[in-house]
Nanobody, 121 residues
């Protein structure tokens, strides 16, 4: 079993910053792609940023230049540094991790439970 635990959400004023963390644990052989997605009330879940095991990143246009995704492979942890936050960034942020568990023969694609980010104007 693989679990993802997120932390770092909260309430912040517009223009402020937050840092989200998501740690994968359990019977992990390796973790390949990791990423952050968000879902606002009444809207579909959307991609925020992804990062490969070797550090290649991809961002949605709405967060480019404001958010930075990074990861620590030794800790199976992905981070999202969010700067210059806007009210429209308000959402539940979910991390995703894909890789192989056990002896490396069982793929997994797991989601975290979500952490709420609320940006006040």
């Amino acid at each position: 079993q693989v679990q993802l635990v997120e932390s770092g959400g909260g309430l912040v004023q517009a223009g402020g910053s937050l840092r989200l963390s998501c740690a994968a644990s359990g019977s992990i052989f390796n973790v390949n792609g990791m990423g952050w997605y968000r879902q606002a009330p009444g809207k579909q879940r959307e991609l925020v940023a992804t990062i490969t095991r070797d550090g290649k990143t991809n961002y949605s246009d709405s967060v480019k230049g404001r958010f930075t995704i990074s990861r620590d492979n030794a800790k199976n942890t992905v981070y999202l540094q969010m700067n210059s936050l806007k009210p429209e960034d308000t959402a539940a942020y979910h991390c995703n991790a894909r890789g192989y568990s056990g002896l490396g023969l069982t793929p997994f694609d797991h989601w975290g439970q979500g952490t709420q980010v609320t940006v006040s104007s």
